[in-house]
């Protein structure tokens, strides 16, 4: 077992409470570039179905992106709901989760705004790498100070299989966009191979434990 991690006096309630407002804050920034583009249109005299068409993939990397800050911030409560105390490296942890998921409206209004080029690929795709390894941290953490939270072992050993595959298939998915630029962000729809790939890491995990 690893040394006594240093407890900070700071209440889980209060500290998930400043983390959900962060995370609020992020999702409604992710709407401002559309709404700027919806007065460009009305300016520009454009019909609602102009504004569809030319803006498909604005919209499409709005939702992609307010989709997966939702998914993170729901698989962040479920876990810091059942913390009972917060250390120092916990707290940095989540200081780098937080500053993927500020960063990720910027990088969606690259997406929206921008020609598509491998670097902004990279951007985008890489803050969404940043934030599943920063989960995965919390997670492995979490397994090696269970004093923290009420988690079992195995529940936090699949959990950790889940962020270790999801992070795989988004770094196989940049590699595609990448490498083939004609498929581009439609690579992250490996993420749906996310819980196969989960079980056969927590099985090889569990082996080796």
Known sequence: MSSEPAVVRLNPERFTAFVDA????????????????????ASG???T???????????????LSFLLIASFWTEHHRVYSRVLRITTPLIWINI??????????????????????ALQRVVYIGTLIATQLTTLAAKWYFLRHPHLSDFSSTWLQSGVAGDAASAT??????????LFPGIGYVALFLLLLTSPLARLLHRAFARKS
């Open 22 to 41: 962060v995370v609020a804050i992020a999702m409604t920034l992710l709407i401002l570039p559309l709404m700027e583009s919806v007065s460009d249109a």
């Open 45 to 47: 005299k454009l019909t």
């Open 49 to 63: 179905a102009d504004f569809f068409h030319e803006h498909h993939g604005q919209l499409a990397s709005f939702a």
């Open 96 to 117: 780098v989760w937080l500053f993927t998921i500020v960063w990720l409206p910027v990088a969606t209004a690259m997406i929206g705004q921008m020609p598509a080029d």
């Open 169 to 178: 298939l988004f770094l196989i998915a940049l590699a595609i966009s990448i």
